[in-house]
């Protein structure tokens, strides 16, 4: 590997672990991606960013991957997903094992060296919010802000076509772009650039928060003492007829009543279970919904359920990120929930399904 290579992807795994803490991403949400001339290294899906390592970037000709926006749209979703698998598999160079982001082609289409897409919770606030779009344009009117659009290749066709709307109206490409109910992906040619751009975005959104009285900081009490963990796994576990279900616990805090962004749904589902777990909650939840609740509130606790401790925990922890999310979007008119056509996609997109199984 040619050393001017081998020191950009160092570059960007540097970035990847500073923009992979909690403040910015959960699970194996966000990713980042370096390019030359003819290659995009972009991160797997699925793998944290924090985890990141240079050897583990997949490389894609950039040539192949931008045949994407050579062909007609097909009509049904499922067609237009299979068609981006297809094209990046294409696109993929020798050697290459690794599943690469969904993002990638959107990675492609901004032309600055370095790109780091993470979910904030201090973005989401303005993001997931009602007045979002208006804070966007008062705040970062230097920005893009784009209305939801699903994952996937929708989103990158979308984001495509207004980078060059952009660039024919103001002669330059967006460094920061906003995605409705979803996060920021940040774009510059060296790393340096990409730290102030993000100091900057917090730096504007704390004022704003700040002066709205908006605190940026949840706040979580301790569990109740009348109500342990072990207390809380056998009553969980008998409910659900699940003798080695994990669970989380925190005290309570107001979660969200509903959909935010694709990561909280694909680690924690769309609706938390306000009720004390029984068979029959459960049940009328599957009923619902159908699929068993992973956050579950009563009795003065917020639950995180999975299949493992590590998923249990990140349950939890899109609980609170959620709740954090949905507090500092009273600064902007409060939260405005994704639609249930959008949430309906992001539970049924293979994709996000696969994400998940990627965690232990």
Not at 101 to 109: F, G, I, K, Q, Y
Request: with cysteine; net charge negative; charged share 25%.
């Amino acid at each position: 590997m040619k050393n001017t290579e081998a020191q950009r992807l160092h570059e960007i795994t540097d970035l990847s672990h500073e923009f992979g803490s909690p403040d910015f991403v959960c699970g194996g949400g966000g990713n980042t991606s370096v390019k030359s001339e003819t290659t995009l290294w972009v991160k797997p899906s699925g793998t944290t960013l924090a985890g990141l390592s240079p050897d583990l970037f997949v490389a894609l000709d950039r040539g192949r991957l931008a045949r994407l926006y050579e062909i007609a749209s097909p009509d049904r979703p499922a067609r237009r997903e299979a068609l981006i698998k297809e094209t990046m598999a294409a696109a993929l160079l020798p050697g290459q094992t690794r599943r690469p982001s969904v993002e990638a082609p959107l990675h492609d289409s901004l032309g600055a060296r370095f790109v780091v897409h993470t979910h904030p919770a201090l973005v989401n606030g303005m993001t997931c919010a009602k007045d979002g779009r208006a804070a966007c344009r008062r705040l970062f009117p230097e920005a893009l802000w784009m209305d939801y659009v699903d994952p996937g290749y929708t989103l990158c066709i979308a984001v495509r076509d207004r980078i060059e709307r952009f660039r024919a109206e103001q002669g330059r490409q967006p460094a920061v772009i906003f995605l409705k109910n979803h996060g920021v992906f940040v774009a510059a040619d060296t790393p340096q650039e990409i730290r102030e751009l993000y100091a900057m975005i917090a730096d504007r959104l704390s004022a704003e928060y700040a002066g709205a009285n908006c605190s940026t900081a949840l706040d979580i009490p301790p569990r109740p003492p009348h109500l342990d963990l072990e207390t809380c796994r056998g009553l969980i576990r008998q409910a659900f007829a699940e003798d080695t279900l994990c669970v989380a616990a925190s005290g309570l805090f107001p979660v969200a009543e509903g959909p935010l962004s694709p990561d909280h749904i694909v680690y924690a589902k769309s609706y938390p279970l306000k009720d004390r777990p029984s068979p029959q909650a459960v049940a009328d939840y599957r009923q619902r919904y159908g699929y068993p609740p992973q956050i579950l509130v009563w009795d003065g606790v917020v639950c995180g359920l999975g299949a493992s401790e590590k998923k249990a925990a990140l349950a939890l922890q899109l609980a609170q990120n959620g709740a954090l999310v949905r507090q500092l979007a009273e600064a902007f008119g409060g939260v405005d929930y994704m639609t249930e056509q959008a949430r309906l996609f992001i539970e049924g997109w293979e994709v996000e399904s696969y994400r998940s199984s990627q965690i232990e």
